[in-house]
């Protein structure tokens, strides 16, 4: 290890609230790989809304308002992050990382060294991995991408054989795997017709990529300026954001008012429109919420028409397996908006809040 600097940059988040409690260090300490850790150096790290929620506190249920990325008047200390628990602070935050082994810890498999990785973000008790309750996240519960240097469990990396870039394999660890886990989780198959909302972003355009492979019929929602991007990723049809007469748009587009699956990333007044528009015994699935968390459901609604709803954020453990493999076989391609140079990790991000871009984002050191 004697190549690798004791020293690297990074930027830290400091405490809760808007941009300025994220700040650039050229002096972090290296971390050094402990037990079965890998050390990583970072090529490029994507950006998702985990990053920007606990920044701000979003989490906590203090906060009823839609994802801004800006500073709360009110953040609990009991509940700011994605699973309702305090946070350490200083923290390097950024999950999605890709990067080459450069050494491992006395319990690793040194065989990694030098692999070109990608990141599993659940960090789990791998005596019981599986259990939900016993998980964290890559940069929330432990530091993450952030930076030049990263450690995580060996069993949380795994050696991508691509000929994508490394900004390009850096947007799919979290945003793909959250797709895939909802499709799994709503049991998305041939014959189903799926209604994705925020299709345009880093996990709808996923969706639209993994509800196909699935042999689905997918509808994607996105503003009509993102339209051409978004058709590059052939979905069968394609509506505006938020349609005022929506079962009439989707009938118009693709011949049927109802759809059997709703994949939404996005929540807020619109909820109970898309709910409408599901068929009887129709499947529901969330792993978002940037419009609002807080929803009006009519319970009858939900009752007599034989409804199923499914959050979805802890994935089990042969998604992200699954998930390599499609990358592998070119069955799924990257959607890379732009990418930045970590320093500038705060333009990024503004530019994520602001979702003017089709895809993701990422940061290169």
């Not at 260090?25 to 994507?46: F, M, R, S, Y």
Request: proline residues 5%; hydrophobic residues 40%; charged residues 20%.
């Amino acid at each position: 290890m004697t190549d690798i600097p004791k020293t690297m940059n990074a930027f830290v988040l400091m405490r809760h609230g808007g941009m300025d409690a994220l700040e650039y260090k050229t002096d972090w300490p290296t971390p050094q790989p402990n037990g079965n850790e890998v050390l990583i150096k970072v090529a490029a790290c994507g950006l998702n809304n985990t990053d920007v929620n606990t920044r701000s506190g979003w989490y906590s249920k203090a906060v009823d308002e839609a994802t801004t990325g800006g500073a709360y008047t009110e953040v609990s200390d009991d509940d700011p992050t994605w699973g309702g628990a305090p946070i350490t602070f200083p923290r390097i935050q950024g999950a999605d990382v890709c990067g080459h082994v450069v050494a491992v810890g006395p319990d690793a498999d040194a065989g990694l060294i030098g692999k070109r990785v990608i990141t599993d973000n659940w960090l789990r008790d791998w005596n019981d991995a599986e259990n939900k309750d016993k998980t964290g996240y890559f940069g929330s519960e432990c530091d993450g991408g952030f930076a030049e240097y990263t450690t995580v469990d060996a069993r949380n990396v795994y050696p991508v054989n691509s000929t994508m870039s490394d900004a390009e394999l850096a947007i799919f660890s979290c945003s793909y795997s959250t797709a895939e886990g909802m499709l799994s989780r709503a049991n998305v198959g041939k014959g189903d017709r799926v209604l994705i909302t925020g299709a345009s972003g880093g996990v709808g355009s996923a969706l639209i990529q993994l509800a196909k492979r699935r042999g689905a019929y997918v509808i994607a929602m996105a503003s009509e300026a993102k339209h051409a991007d978004v058709a590059e990723l052939n979905p069968d049809a394609i509506l505006p954001r938020n349609p005022s007469d929506l079962a009439k748009a989707l009938k118009d587009a693709t011949g049927s008012s109802t759809v059997s699956v709703v994949a939404d990333i996005v929540g807020g007044d619109y909820f109970g429109t898309i709910i409408d528009v599901l068929e009887r015994g129709g499947r529901y699935t969330c792993s978002g919420a940037i419009a609002g968390p807080i929803v009006n459901l009519d319970l009858r609604t939900f009752y007599l028409r034989d409804l199923t709803f499914t959050g979805s954020t802890v994935i089990p453990l042969h998604i992200f397996t699954d998930l390599v493999g499609y990358i592998e076989r070119e069955e799924i391609k990257p959607m890379l908006a732009a990418h930045y140079p970590l320093t500038e990790l705060h333009e990024a991000q503004q530019a994520f809040i602001d979702k003017k871009h089709t895809g993701n984002i990422v940061v290169c050191p």
